[in-house]
């Protein structure tokens, strides 16, 4: 197992005993081993904005599911929470949705309150039949 040299102790042997200490997690040319620096090494808080190289974190190094809402600035998420704009009526536009997506017949029809009529497609879509339930 590779130690620090002992002073006083390691007389001759010294400067071999620091050199095999240090060759654990450095290359010869003095910089550090890939992989020698691990998460269990960095302190909480140790990594801020300013030691990550510029375009270092991309969206291939975030992990799914791991930017939550409440780790958004209060602008991004008061947006997300935002209707998108005033509903108009009158266009497409900022409608809330109504009519959940795989809503069955009955709930649609719920929603939008169709009550007891039917409205019937003839067959190629250019024809519609509206009649009374009773």
């Known amino acids: 197992m590779s130690r620090l040299p002992s002073p006083g102790s390691d007389d001759g042997t010294w400067g ?13 040319d003095g910089t550090l081993k890939a992989n020698s620096v691990t998460a269990a090494a960095i302190a909480p808080g140790a990594v801020g904005a300013t030691e990550l190289a510029s375009g270092a ?9 791991s930017i ?3 780790k958004l ?5 008061a947006k997300l929470d935002s209707a998108g704009g005033v509903p108009d009526w009158n266009t497409i536009t900022n409608k809330p949705a ?9 709930t649609a029809r719920a929603a ?16 519609a039949k509206l009649s009374r339930q009773r």
Do not use: M
């Open 73 to 77: 600035d209060a602008a991004a998420q």
């Open 98 to 106: 109504v009519i959940a997506a795989g809503a069955d017949q009955a």
């Open 16 to 28: 071999g005993i620091l050199n095999d200490f240090l060759s654990q997690v450095h290359n010869a």
């Open 112 to 127: 939008i309150g169709a009550g007891t009529s039917s409205l019937t497609l003839a067959g190629n879509g250019s024809a």
């Open 68 to 70: 939550t809402e409440a």
């Open 57 to 65: 974190v991309t969206a291939t190094a975030i992990a799914d599911g």
